[in-house]
C-alpha cells in the first residue's frame, strides 16, 4: 500500500492520474467521524512531511496530520483506503 503522500503526489505530478475530481477523508476526533474535503481546500506546505492545512465547507480551517487521513476519492469512487484504527 503506498501513503497518502505518495498518493498525493502521485495526483498532483500525473498529468493522466490526475484528472478528475478529488476529495480527501481525514479523521476528525471531535466529531469522531470522517470529513471530506475537495482536493481544492487543501493546502500542502512544501517540505512539511506530517501535515496538511484543510478549509472546510464552512470555512473552518484545521491541520491536519497525515496520519489522520482514511480515504481518497476521485470523481466519487475510492481510490485510496487506509484501515480504521483499532
Given amino acids: ?16 492520474f490526475g484528472r478528475g475530481s478529488f476529495t480527501i477523508g481525514y479523521y476528525d476526533r471531535i466529531r ?5 474535503v ?3 481546500q ?5 517540505g512539511n512531511h506530517f501535515s496538511f492545512t484543510a478549509v472546510e465547507p464552512d470555512g473552518t480551517v484545521h491541520d491536519v ?6 480515504e481518497v476519492h ?6 485510496w483506503r487506509r484501515p480504521a484504527p483499532s
Fill in 1 to 16: 500500500m503506498i501513503t497518502i503522500e505518495e498518493q498525493l503526489q502521485r495526483i498532483r505530478w500525473d498529468p493522466q
Fill in 32 to 36: 469522531r467521524g470522517i470529513v471530506s
Fill in 38 to 40: 475537495p482536493l481544492e
Fill in 42 to 46: 487543501i493546502h500542502l506546505e512544501p
Fill in 65 to 70: 496530520p497525515f496520519h489522520r487521513v482514511r
Fill in 74 to 79: 476521485r470523481d466519487g469512487a475510492c481510490i
